[in-house]
């Protein structure tokens, strides 16, 4: 798995097309965290929006939901998520919103949402075979 990580509207879709080979001209379709349902999401390629997909997981619009729940069933569906992603294609493209900078939100779940979406991505970063960060279009490989 690739990851890639940056700040919104950061040129971060233009850069994988460019470097990391999407052939969007042959019809690539991306997969999009806002809209596909939970098996769209793991059967994915070039996936987009992770950071939308995870916030939908814990509303409960996509896959289990865990809004009210706390601790360990908060803990296994992230585990369900984060495993169903790796085992999912081995050449998947998981692009991500940057989240986690800027002013801490007062509201607990908007706080918790992005907790829990850092998490993931540290975690996805360790067992990705590559990470980078793209900032103004320019991709930095970190891993």
Do not use: H
């Not at 994988?16 to 098996?39: C, I, M, P």
């Not at 294609?89 to 989240?99: A, G, H, Q, S, Y």
């Amino acid at each position: 798995m690739i990851l890639v990580t940056g700040g919104s509207f950061q040129g971060k879709r233009v850069f994988v097309r460019q470097y990391l080979g999407e052939q969007n001209a042959d019809g690539t379709v991306w997969t999009e965290g806002a809209e596909a349902s939970w098996e769209e999401f793991m059967d994915g390629r070039f996936c987009r929006d992770f950071q939308l997909f995870v916030r939908r997981v814990m509303e409960g619009s996509a896959g289990p939901s865990f809004r009210e729940q706390k601790g360990p069933a908060m803990d296994q569906i992230l585990e369900q998520l984060l495993e169903e992603l790796l085992a999912g294609p081995k050449d998947r493209v998981l692009v991500t919103d940057e989240i986690g900078c800027g002013i801490v939100p007062a509201d607990a779940f908007e706080r918790l949402y992005r907790e829990e979406t850092g998490r993931l991505c540290c975690r996805i970063a360790g067992e990705a075979d590559e990470v980078w960060r793209v900032c103004c279009g320019t991709g930095i490989r970190i891993k």
